[in-house]
């Protein structure tokens, strides 16, 4: 007589690394014990106050963690279209579960299964291929498809990508949020817009809040023109705004060589919780306007607004541009000067070309 022996549960405290998708490309870390102690970690709490209410109303019972320890997100693929797949992606949370609160947040009907050793909520008409919640013993929730759970319930997991896991375990013992990537590719049938996330083939996020907010920031584009376009999107999104974030972009260090682009941020904690408070205002006050209406009044600042990409080079004046047309000038490349342009016509998405 054959017994099915039970799945091998994941030891999180011992290896957190288990957690993550073996085919992973990408993988994020909130270290939520080390940040909650800091001046930063603290404001960044006040932020969020609230935020309970909203986890409650998305129906996955993520209130049901009363005590955040710890969040690791891995994925096998990055697509932020429209008909993306959440399939191949595993969020491991890591803190105090309360089942009470769990079974209370979750849509009615939802049915609980048995599935690898773990309790496996499955919502009604739950579609395949549908995000699931499996609840580990009583400090560890799991959110993905259910052939990834099962890899991760079966103690499948680990990080096969040795250049992933060197970046990922780098980040994390210096950083307490931050977030890796390794040989990414455009979506099946897409090409890689320039200056689009999709462009992006390699990158490193780390977010260390024990002096202030220091942001470290260093992506491989699948091309220089990519790379130029990213930096003219970052320097555009600081040219947005007078406060709050756009002023913390104004004074970022990047730089822009070859296809690579690397963004250097410090923010004294005696800023941050006043930019956040004006960042609010600022989004409460914009209403319906949209992001083409933003660039049309954007444009009457002219080229005064943006700073170089390389610190302590100079902007060319540059003629004012078309109506909805933006105009970002790099200087200091290796490559000479570059001209980013972005247009908004009436009626279409918002697109962009690079002139060397």
Avoid: C
């Amino acid at each position: 007589m054959l017994l099915s022996l039970p799945a091998a549960q994941p030891d999180a405290s011992s290896d957190p690394w288990k957690l993550v998708h073996p085919q992973a490309k990408w993988i994020l870390g909130v270290d939520w014990t080390r940040a909650k102690q800091s001046p930063a970690g603290r404001i960044l709490s006040r932020q969020f106050v609230g935020a309970e209410t909203r986890l409650e109303a998305s129906g996955l019972g993520l209130q049901a963690v009363t005590a955040l320890e710890r969040i690791i997100a891995s994925g096998v693929a990055v697509d932020l279209s429209d008909h993306a797949s959440a399939e191949g992606m595993v969020v491991a949370i890591e803190g105090v579960i309360d089942r009470t609160r769990l079974k209370k947040g979750l849509p009615p009907g939802t049915a609980m299964e048995k599935f690898r050793g773990a309790d496996l909520f499955v919502p009604p008409k739950a579609k395949p291929g549908e995000p699931l919640m499996a609840v580990v013993a009583s400090r560890l929730l799991l959110i993905g498809d259910r052939a990834s759970l099962a890899l991760i319930l079966e103690g499948k997991g680990g990080i096969r990508d040795p250049d992933l896991y060197g970046k990922a375990s780098r980040l994390a013992a210096e950083s307490e949020i931050w977030l890796a990537a390794a040989s990414l590719e455009a979506p099946p049938g897409e090409q890689a817009a320039p200056g689009g996330l999709n462009s992006v083939r390699d990158m490193e996020l780390s977010v260390s809040l024990q002096r202030g907010l220091r942001l470290r920031s260093v992506l491989t584009a699948a091309s220089p023109e990519a790379a130029q376009h990213l930096a003219g999107i970052t320097q555009l999104a600081g040219a947005l705004g007078k406060d709050g974030p756009a002023a913390w972009l104004r004074r970022a260090q990047i730089k822009n060589t070859g296809n690579q682009l690397a963004l250097d941020l410090d923010i004294p904690a005696t800023e941050l919780e006043v930019g956040f408070e004006q960042a609010r205002a600022a989004v409460r006050g914009m209403g319906q306007r949209t992001f083409e209406s933003v660039l049309a009044s954007a444009t009457s600042a002219g080229a005064s607004d943006l700073r170089p990409a390389v610190r302590g080079a100079q902007v060319t004046s540059s003629s004012p541009p078309a109506p909805k047309t933006r105009t970002i000038r790099i200087v200091g490349l290796d490559e000479g000067t570059k001209e980013v342009h972005y247009t908004a016509p009436s009626g279409s998405p918002l697109g962009g070309s690079t002139r060397p």
